[in-house]
């Protein structure tokens, strides 16, 4: 059965900073693309940042220069470092898997076969 678990996620102010994690279970992801998306209230669930298995990453234009995705494959972990956060940045951040060994990053929702619960990341102002 596979199960990712984020956790991290928390009330921070602007400007501030906070690492999300993403640990998996049940399989081993270090041949596989990893994702992260967000979901704001009213809103559709948005691409974030993405990496390969060999570290290559791609971000979405409105959190590239702050948010750093990387990932420790012996602990079946992906991490999402967020610094200078904004309240724009308030959602529900999930990190996402494929089923299938892609060779590339991944950038849509549908590309994902397995989703964690949700971290809850609030950005006061």
């Known amino acids: 059965q596979v199960q990712l678990v984020e956790s991290g996620g928390g009330l921070v102010q602007a400007g501030g900073s906070l690492r999300l994690s993403c640990a998996a279970s049940g399989r081993t992801f270090s041949s596989y693309t990893m994702g992260w998306f967000r979901q704001a209230p009213g809103k559709e669930r948005e691409f974030v940042a993405t990496?390969?298995?060999?570290?290559?990453?791609y971000y979405a234009d409105s959190v590239k220069g702050r948010f750093t995705v990387s990932r420790d494959n012996a602990k079946n972990t992906v991490y999402l470092q967020m610094n200078s956060l904004k309240p724009e940045d308030t959602a529900v951040y999930y990190c996402a898997a494929p089923n299938v060994q892609y060779t590339g990053v991944l950038v849509t929702t549908t590309q994902y076969d397995y989703w964690g619960q949700g971290t809850q990341v609030t950005v006061s102002s």
């Open positions: 990496i390969t298995w060999n570290g290559n990453t």
